[in-house]
DNA sequence: GGAATAGTGTCTTTTAGACAGTATTTG
DNA sequence: CAAATACTGTCTAAAAGACACTATTCC
């Protein structure tokens, strides 16, 4: 019986969720798109290490601030063509990295956007739009009463920062104006950062994450997209 | 490499969250609590498949109605004295069942308050007082954006008993007019069902669990007891 | 001053919380 | 009628949605 790790990771760049995924370079699936894992590297190594030892080495990034956690187990029959494996899937989210994924034993691996696996555009090696699809759906829910939303974003980030991760996430607009007083007034969501930094316009005020992991009361996420006017 | 499921089968019983434990006949833990469970039946036995199969011996009912889903996998160093076993929790909702748990292959089933192992009072064999507290997390949870609570009534029921469902899964008192008015207005969650039973007082309305699985806008459950004057 | 971005304020609608009263059945 | 249970209504407070305006920086 074979264990295997696979690795949901989300992160945002040019506004936009993207996770990351390697071109297989070996049957099955070869070329196919998939996602980040492997075996058990030995037969004590418990499942969480191997989350975290493939992480490490997917992203070349110091991990221990990174969020993970466990997604799921998949093993239907036949999702491996070489037998039974079980597989365990973790969902990371990273906040930007350096543009090239440094360090990745994979081949070529890229930071794709998820709507082209949400729809059927797109399709994965194994049943790995479904752990895409579920790891999703993981993180849109959590955004709603979890302070997940600042794992995205670097140690101090501004309200339209957060913002952007909320709109990207969940995939519809959201008003600038009722964002900010919602989670300036969501206690222990985010707690203020030192100074404003230097762009066009006015400087930003910024945070960091606020004690509160859990939220209350929740970020409500609207059942349709609110207004269909997005940008003019 | 041994792979194990472990089924939290929680129900409500004289209006209290109880979970389903067995008393354990071997070693590891004999004479322990646990919950029910076991090994894969076969090497191709899906793990989905042998939550099901578990859960129809554990319950002795045609499991074809009940809610079932994964809670998660356990597999840290050590919770198992034989060596490495890897165990995937499923979390299972049941309405009441009939008094004896009947067609139940362990020893000695019975149905605890799940109060008893949220605290330290109780303890239980290997890491499942981790794995309960895990499942009544889930459940909690899921009371407020799903309609997991109509999985805890039988086919038809009046608001009283979702609304103690909510009262014995969250383990607070709410108020009775508030929570009609909120069900009855959150679209999709219940539909009327016939008419009033017969009781002494005046018949209940029923209801039938309604299409929509997902609540909007969602239950919000208070971070806190609300009021502390309970049942005067 | 103008462009660009950040932030505050106000009005309205919806939803939640607190509470008192009315309705329908059985005995 | 009394007791028991089910249901409806009203007032208030909190939160969300929909807007328009002011503030600070760079050029």
Redesign the interface.
Known sequence: ?L?AVDLVILTLRQSVLRVLLVERGEEPYRGALALPGGFLAH??E???AAATRELAEETGLDVSGLHLE?L??Y???GRDPRG?V?S?AYLAIAPQLPDPVAGTDAADAAWRPVDQFLDARCDLAFDHKRIVTDGVERAR?KL??SALATAFCDAVFSIADLQEVYEAVWGMPLDPRNFARKVRTTEGFIAPAGQARATAGRPARLFAAGPNKTL???M?RP?RPPTLKELQ
Chains 1, 2 share one sequence.
């Open positions: 019986m264990i037969a004590e418990s499942i969480q466990q799921g187990v093993d239907e029959p039974r079980v365990v829910s709603e009463h209350y009361p929740p409500v059942p």
